[in-house]
């Protein structure tokens, strides 16, 4: 089974950077779309970003778009997300999810089956 390790999670101050990382093991992500998703205390898991197989398609939540930056290296077999300027309510924990392309290429998180443990990412001064 496809098995997604996150990192690069951590502590930033407002208008800091960070770059989350999702590898994968056992199995190329040649053949998955990529979600990034995150969870807050007591709120709603929410879509961040998605990417498409080949990575000509990615699509981003209007609450980061413009800061965050969705990158898939297949030859690494990792998808990563830039975030800059993150802001205090960028505090989640991410995941990282895959759908198989078969699926065909959607940013909904009920169509990925396979999920990464999560990273906490907290933004406070």
């Known amino acids: 089974q496809l098995q997604l390790v996150e990192s690069g999670g951590g502590l930033v101050q407002p208008g800091g950077s960070l770059r989350l990382s999702c590898a994968a093991s056992?199995?190329?992500?040649?053949?998955?779309?990529i979600g990034w998703f995150r969870q807050a205390p007591g709120k709603d898991l929410e879509r961040v970003s998605c990417?498409?197989?080949?990575?000509?398609?990615?699509d981003y939540a209007d609450s980061v778009k413009g800061r965050f930056t969705i990158s898939r290296d297949n030859a690494e077999n990792t998808v990563y997300l830039q975030m800059n300027n993150l802001k205090p309510e960028d505090t989640a924990v991410y995941y990282c999810?895959?759908?198989?392309?078969?699926?065909?290429?959607?940013?909904?998180?009920?169509?990925?089956?396979?999920w990464g443990q999560g990273t906490q990412v907290t933004v406070s001064s």
């Open positions: 056992r199995f190329t992500l040649d053949y998955y779309t």
């Open positions: 999810a895959a759908s198989p392309t078969v699926h065909g290429y959607i940013c909904s998180a009920w169509k990925y089956p396979y």
């Open positions: 990417i498409s197989s080949s990575g000509g398609t990615t």
